[in-house]
């Protein structure tokens, strides 16, 4: 089966670092994706990442140890878009099994 | 604008009844994908088809079914629906089997009265 597990809620102020942690327990592993999708609208890839070690891509970064089971996202200079739900998901196979998603709350 | 085109945008519709969901997906892309996600599940994975033959199965239910046709756009059958089924339901496409860089349509919103 497929658990991962990220937290529910996250609030950070405008300007600051933010970092979304994704633990994952799956029967198998073929990378890990990073996810952005705003309240009604629909998800946007951020990143992917099946060997460990961090990618860096703009004021985003992800980051994973799979002998941890263990991602990241790291998000840079927060700005007001920024507010969204952030979703950890796995690919197993050709499937992709999500986490429940992250909502980050961005204060100015 | 990812490319990738659904519609209807809202449906509305009764317990019992039968609904087809269409998806076109972005130009040279061979691999589409169908995804439920409601307020308690999340986002889950249902079919994934690839130039015309289905290439994984997640979550469907059996009342589910979908199919890809020639000029590559995609169909999801909903059928007996149930309260249970309402959700949003989005369409994804990669020019790849594998899901890497996927884009997602914007959704059709099921309600089921």
């Known amino acids: 089966g497929q658990n991962i597990d990220q937290p529910t809620e996250m609030t950070a102020t405008e300007g600051a670092i933010v970092q979304i942690n994704c633990t994952y327990q799956?029967?198998?592993?073929?990378?890990l994706f990073w996810y952005q999708q705003h309240a009604g609208e629909a998800p946007t890839f951020l990143s992917y990442?099946?060997?460990?070690g961090l990618e860096e891509k703009g004021r985003f970064s992800s980051f994973l140890s799979r002998s941890k089971g263990y991602s990241y996202l790291l998000l840079k200079e927060l700005q007001m878009k920024d507010s969204a739900s952030y979703l950890c998901?796995?690919?197993?196979?050709?499937?992709?099994?999500f986490g429940a998603g992250t909502t980050v709350t961005v204060r100015a | 604008d990812s490319g990738v085109t659904q519609t209807p945008k809202h449906l509305i519709t009764a317990t019992g009844q039968r609904v087809t969901l269409r998806c076109s997906p972005r130009?040279?892309?061979?691999?589409v994908y169908w995804y439920q996600q409601s307020l308690d599940q999340g986002l889950q994975f249902l079919i994934q088809?690839?130039?015309?033959?289905?290439?994984a199965k997640g979550n469907i239910l059996e009342r589910f079914s979908a199919q890809q046709f020639p000029d590559l756009h995609s169909e999801l059958n909903l059928s007996s629906l149930e309260l249970g089924d309402s959700a949003l339901y989005f369409c994804?496409?990669?020019?790849?089997?594998?899901?890497?860089?996927?884009?997602f349509g914007p959704g059709t919103r099921l309600t089921v009265t």
């Open positions: 130009s040279g892309d061979l691999s």
């Open positions: 990442n099946v060997l460990d």
């Open positions: 998901a796995v690919l197993n196979d050709y499937k992709l099994s």
């Open positions: 799956t029967s198998g592993f073929n990378g």
């Open positions: 088809y690839y130039n015309g033959e289905e290439r």
């Open positions: 994804a496409s990669s020019v790849d089997i594998r899901p890497y860089e996927q884009y």
